[in-house]
């Protein structure tokens, strides 16, 4: 069994809360769960839909088709009714978001009890409880939904896992102007500051959070900044200034579209060679990508390992979609532990010599940059102490599907029944080039770009092309969803 369930309706109307508190039931439940969201940039109206998709089994993302539509307003129902399964079920009327909750609980037969438990949780719950009974009673049962006996853990979203794996480093200050989608990171973070011990400040724009975090981690503390795309442009002098300075820091970058503006909230992965890259001159970096909620949490920490030991910048790639969908974990995330490595002394954003001051001394420069190549060597042999990258499915298969980042969900779901083998690679610097053996046959990319960047990644660091027949890329804002990647995928297999 795999369900999929649309909530639809215009900005402020609910179907974000209503998502929730069926995904958190279901997963109390044993269920599995992935929930993914959409929406426009506007504060009221629009249209908005979360996508909620659950089985006993484990699961990792969303399909095309739908087996029920909860349209909180006609507009859904225009827009998704044509992707219905013929035996699909649409929920509509005007009602309160409480009182289709109530009707879906009965729908799917689950205790009401438990929706009680979730608004208790809720302001007014004496008035949405009351609406949800008008729903529930209302209602009739259209699926049985018997409870599962798996032990789940948590249902978290990867902004969540994120704010987690910088908490549990021993995260001291934040900084982050606003800007979608990095901005719930800075929410999540927010609202836990006081009982973690910790600090969170909205600066007046990307360059100011930047530099401040630089001062706080020079003084000592264990610092990190937040963004997107168009503030990270701006934040590329900060950058060159950490990597000349040696100054720890952890970067988080959370991928829209762009360039410009893009399309603000939706997703991509088209800032790879961003993070590569960005900063002017040449200095080692660390650039992890996590595919769920458990590694954003656990790359995240050894961000904050690397950064630490070596002094650098390090920065977590992370997406939209990815930021802001929710995981079913089965496993607590293994959190790398790591000291805080910063000394009171003099800090230049100039070639400097012994004692921190500005040099123009042609041997101090070449001994300088000869030191920061030599970092570069000795993180790489570190990084092959983590998991810099995964390997799923059937393993001795000729046929082989390479990505990274928040892809991973959709290509997991859709090679359950193919003969194929997936990487996932989780570190882009240091590049995993002992990859070179595994990319043998008939070799898949997959990305959310639309020119390959990771394709362009592998070719410079192990000399294998991937053939431009072979590359599936979605560049449209929107993520890859499981049956349909799966069709591309048979496709190129035959």
């Not at 190549?373 to 046929?399: D, H, P, R, T, V």
Request: net charge neutral; glycine share 8%.
């Amino acid at each position: 069994m795999r369900l999929n369930i649309l909530f639809g309706g215009a900005a402020g109307t609910g179907p974000n809360v209503l998502a929730h508190i069926l995904g958190t039931s279901l997963v109390k439940s044993g269920f599995y769960v992935f929930c993914s969201r959409e929406y426009q940039s506007q504060i009221r109206g629009g249209h908005n839909f979360n996508l909620l998709t659950f089985s006993e089994k484990p699961l990792f993302s969303n399909d095309s088709k739908l087996d029920i539509i909860v349209a909180l307003d006609e507009e859904t129902k225009k827009v998704h009714e044509h992707e219905l399964k013929k035996d699909g079920l649409i929920i509509d009327g005007k009602f309160s978001n409480m009182h289709f909750a109530g009707r879906l609980f009965k729908i799917l037969d689950l205790d009401f009890k438990m929706l009680e438990h979730e608004l208790k949780c809720m302001n007014r719950f004496e008035e949405n409880a009351q609406e949800a009974k008008k729903g529930f009673a209302e209602a009739k049962i259209w699926k049985s939904l018997k409870k599962q006996e798996n032990k789940t853990l948590d249902y978290s979203n990867g902004g969540e896992g994120i704010a987690k794996g910088a908490i549990d480093s021993g995260l001291d200050l934040y900084y982050a102007y606003p800007m979608t989608p990095a901005t719930s990171v800075l929410v999540e973070l927010a609202q836990r500051q006081k009982k973690e011990n910790f600090l969170t400040i909205e600066s007046e724009n990307e360059i100011a959070a930047i530099m401040t975090a630089l001062g706080s981690a020079a003084t000592g503390a264990k610092a990190m900044v937040g963004t997107s795309g168009g503030g990270f442009d701006l934040m590329t002098e900060g950058i060159s200034m950490i990597g000349q300075a040696e100054i720890p820091m952890v970067i988080y970058l959370s991928q829209r579209p762009g360039p410009g503006t893009g399309v603000a909230t939706t997703t991509s992965q088209g800032d790879l060679n961003l993070a590569r890259h960005s900063g002017h001159g040449e200095f080692p970096r660390l650039v992890v990508a996590p595919g769920d909620s458990k590694e954003s949490s656990e790359l995240t920490s050894q961000a904050f390992y690397f950064s630490q030991k070596f002094k650098i910048p390090a920065i977590i790639l992370s997406d939209k979609h990815l930021t802001e969908s929710f995981y079913t974990i089965k496993e607590k995330p293994i959190i790398t532990k790591s000291e805080k490595s910063t000394e009171l002394i003099r800090y230049n954003s100039y070639e400097k010599d012994d004692q921190g001051s500005a040099t123009e001394n042609t041997k101090i420069i070449e001994k300088n940059i000869i030191e920061r190549l030599k970092k570069q060597l000795i993180m790489e042999k570190e990084a092959k102490k983590f998991s810099m990258y995964e390997s799923y499915g059937k393993k001795q298969s000729k046929n082989v599907i390479v990505s990274w980042g928040s892809t991973k969900g959709a290509i997991l779901d859709s090679i359950e029944e193919l003969d194929t083998k997936f990487i996932q690679i989780k570190y882009i610097e240091p590049f995993p080039k002992e990859l070179v053996k595994e990319l043998k046959g008939n070799v898949l990319l997959v990305e959310n770009n639309s020119t390959g960047q990771l394709g362009d990644l592998i070719r410079e660091k192990t000399g294998f092309l991937i053939e431009e027949k072979n590359k599936i890329l979605r560049f449209d804002g929107k993520p890859f969803l499981a049956d349909e990647l799966k069709k591309e995928i048979e496709r190129r297999l035959k």
